[in-house]
C-alpha cells in the first residue's frame, strides 16, 4: 500500500494499515511528518465539538462578519471556481436537516477515535504533552450561555457527557479564568476531552511505522497517480525525489491523504473531491508563569479561538479564512488570537517568543471526511477532515484500515462505497 501524505491522517492509516498485516510505504514532500496542516493546530481532542461550521447560523454570522478584518470567519473571494463550488455546497450543508446529519456522523466518529487514541497512547507508551483533563467551553454572553442546555442535551444524545457550568465552576475547574471571570456568562464543560500536540504525536507514531517495518520516504513529490493499462485501476505513484529523479512507485492500492491538496492530484482523473482550503492561525508562546496559564483546554464559543496548553507552552488558535492556498502568516489575523491570550492571562505568557503559523484545513462542506473507497479501483480516501483533524485521526485510520480488510467498521458513519 502506498499512503499518499504524511501528516496526522497518512501516519495514522499507515500505523493501522500496518496493524492489519499491509505492507506500507508513506510518501511526503516534507523532509519529515506533520510538516504542513499538522504542525501547529489548536491541540484539541474535541469529542465535544461535532457541530460543523455549516449550521443554520452561519449564513446570517457570516454576512455581519463581512469587512471585518478580525472576523472569525472571512470569505475573501477568488477567481478559483472551486471555492465559489465548495461555498455553494457550504450554505447546503447549512439547512437544519444536513447539519443535523452531519453533526450525528462526526460525534459517532469522534467517539470511536477517542477509544483509538487512548489504546494506541496505551500500547505505544507515546508521549505528546498530552492532557486528559477535558474541554472547557466558554461563553460570554447570556443569550450564547442560554443556548448551552440544549447542546449539552444533543451531545449526551450522541452519548458524550457535557455538564453545564455557572462561572463559579467554570473558575472551580480552570482557576486562571480569574482575571476575565467578569466577562464570562458561563460554560459548557466535556470531561471526556482531551488535549496535546499534534505534530509531536504525529512525528513519535512516524518512528514506530518505521520500526514496525514501514517505508517512509521523504523530500518526495507526488506528481501524479499512474492507472493500469486497462486505464481503470490505480497501479501507483509517479514521483519525484530530492535528487529530481522522477519515478513510478508501484502498489496494490494507494490511499489519499494528501490534505488540502487532493482534489488537484486527482482531478485529471475526474475524481472530485469536495475539499477546499481553510485558513487557520495559531500562536504558540512560551509559558512565564505556570499558574496563570490555563492547563485545562478551551474554547471560546463567542470568539471562535481555543487553546491548549502543551507542557511549558501555551497554544492559541482560532480565524477560519476563505483564501485559496495562500498560508502566508497575515499580522492582521494573528494579531487578536494573541490579544485574546494576553487579555484572558494577563502575564501568563512570553509574547515576544510566540510563534506564529498558518495553515489549510482541508475542509469538506459538512466538515464529514471522506474516508473508503474512491471511483477508480484500489484508490482509498482517507481527507477532508477540516477542522478535526486531530479529533478524528485515530479512528478515521482505523476505520480505513477495517475497510480495506473488507470489514465494515462499528460506527454509524457514512464511510464511502462501503
Ligand atoms: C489553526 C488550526 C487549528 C486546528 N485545531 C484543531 C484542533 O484543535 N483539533 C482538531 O481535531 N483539529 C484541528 N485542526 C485541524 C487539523 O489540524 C487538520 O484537520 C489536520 O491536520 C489535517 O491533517 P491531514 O493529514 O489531512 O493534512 P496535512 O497535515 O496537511 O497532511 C497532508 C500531507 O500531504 C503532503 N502532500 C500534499 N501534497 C503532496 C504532494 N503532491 N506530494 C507529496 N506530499 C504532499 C503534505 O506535505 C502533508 O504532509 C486545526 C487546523 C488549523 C489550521
Partial sequence: MIVLGAGLTGVTTAWYLLQAGFRVTVVDRQPGAARETSFANGGQIS????EPWANPGAPGQILRWLGRDDAP????PTRDPAQWRWGARFLLECLPARAHRNTQAVAALATWSGRQLRDLRARLGLEYDQLERG???LFHSAAEFAQAPARARLLADFGIEARICDRDACLAIEPALGAQADALAGGLYAPGDESGDAFRFTQALAGHVAV???????????????TGRDGGAIAGVAVRTADGTVDTLHADACVVCLGSYGPRLLAPLGERLPIYPVKGYSVTAPVLDPARAPSVSLTDESRRIVCSRLGARLRIAGTAELNGFDTRVRPERVAPILAWAQRS????????????????????PGNVPLI???????LWLNTGHGTLGWTLACGSAAALAELMCGRRP???FPFLAA
Fill in 47 to 50: 469529542i465535544s465539538h461535532p
Fill in 73 to 76: 470567519l472571512k470569505f475573501r
Fill in 135 to 137: 474541554i472547557l467551553h
Fill in 212 to 226: 514496525q517495518g514501514g517505508t517512509l520516504l521523504w523530500e518526495t513529490e507526488i506528481l501524479r497517480l499512474v
Fill in 345 to 364: 492571562f494577563p502575564g501568563a505568557i512570553d509574547a515576544e517568543r510566540a510563534e506564529h503559523w498558518a495553515g489549510l484545513r482541508p475542509a469538506t
Fill in 372 to 378: 473508503g473507497r474512491a471511483r477508480h479501483a484500489r
Fill in 410 to 412: 462499528p460506527v454509524a
